[in-house]
């Protein structure tokens, strides 16, 4: 039974392949439902300016889902697959996560990289083909390291949208041939004199997450990220910037929220839609604050898939249900307010 979303008026719980949904709850209010408790968000003040979707690692053409790395034989890897006569699982759960999106009537959707499994051309037209036509101008992409694996441009460069409340900075975090992230001098430079001209709230995103250090504080060129001088100095140019609320990523698979060392900004990690547990981010931007609200792709077909996926990567000793789901209020909160 998992507590999977919690708003100002919603709450979801899932029981497997079971949903149950409570819409037109109260904010800041206590709830109890099928032996689950908590509390709903409290709502920012003012209108409601705006709400968009972002989703990151959709990875079409993927056809097993397991893998980690090559750290053990292929014999010994349990892998996961579409069932015959099942659709490629990621048309079903991109598919699902296009109608639950395309039901919430967003303002915008945000596509934060992993487009594709190898940069093929027949993989981007298959993500094309399922994003593209509900969204049209709407969405906004840009690549993840997937899409650069043999020095592609496709979805290249940064991208800064205005909407009504609040400004989107789409970084593009990616050294081509690599899996490691990075931004250039020149990219810091114009990502700091961007925020200099938006006097209202910016939300960063971009495909890999930050490095943080930790209390070893150890840094590595190779780290599965952001890389760390690339991070620091994303930091650097947020303290400089109190119109920045957070940066929000993908890349890592699962659900996290930690803070920048210097800025204290929130760095977002949301999961994937690929697999378990299969969701996409809805942020509602209010005169008075911002809310991320991480919803769990809920058709029958995208359910049956991903609760398969619970336990990819055990053989590798990795809990990954907890791993992936992450706690809900990691998932589910308002951005902290930050000091002019």
């Not at 925020?195 to 150890?218: D, E, F, K, N, Y």
């Amino acid at each position: 039974m998992d507590l999977t979303t919690v708003a100002d008026d919603l709450v979801v719980i899932h029981d497997g392949e079971r949903v149950h949904r409570f819409d037109g709850l109260e904010p800041d209010a206590d709830f109890e439902f099928v032996g689950l408790s908590g509390r709903t968000l409290p709502r920012p003040g003012g209108a409601l300016l705006c709400r968009i979707g972002t989703v990151n690692d959709v990875h079409f053409g993927e056809t097993e889902a397991g893998w980690l790395g090559e750290s053990l034989p292929a014999d010994q890897v349990s892998l996961v697959r579409s069932a015959p006569g099942e659709a490629p699982y990621p048309e079903t759960m991109n598919r699902a996560a296009v109608d639950e999106m395309q039901a919430a009537d967003l303002d915008a959707v945000f596509v934060k990289g992993d487009l594709s499994v190898d940069g093929q051309a027949a993989e981007w037209a298959a993500f094309e083909a399922c994003y593209r036509p509900p969204f049209g101008e709407r969405l906004h992409v840009v690549r993840g390291n997937h899409d650069a694996y043999h020095g592609q441009s496709e979805y290249a460069g940064d991208r800064w949208i205005d909407l009504e409340g609040i400004t989107i900075g789409l970084l593009d975090t990616v050294i081509p041939t690599r899996t490691t992230g990075w931004l250039r001098p020149d990219q810091l430079a114009a990502i700091d004199a961007e925020l200099a001209t938006r006097p209202g709230p910016v939300l960063l995103m971009g495909h890999h997450q930050q490095w943080i250090a930790g209390p070893s504080g150890r840094r590595s060129d190779d780290y599965f990220g952001l890389h760390p001088d690339a991070s620091d100095a994303l930091d650097e140019v947020v303290e400089r910037h109190a119109n920045v609320i957070g940066y929000t990523a993908g890349h890592t698979h699962r659900h996290r929220v930690r803070r920048m060392r210097r800025s204290g900004v929130p760095t977002i990690e949301v999961g994937c839609v690929k697999d378990f547990p299969g969701t996409w981010a809805e942020y509602r931007v209010f005169e008075g604050g911002v809310m991320q609200v991480v919803h769990r792709v809920s058709s029958p077909e995208a359910l049956s898939w991903s609760e398969r996926c619970r336990h990819l990567y055990a053989v590798y000793g990795v809990d990954y249900e907890a791993y992936a789901l992450g706690v809900v209020g990691e998932r589910c909160f308002v951005f902290p307010e930050r000091a002019a």
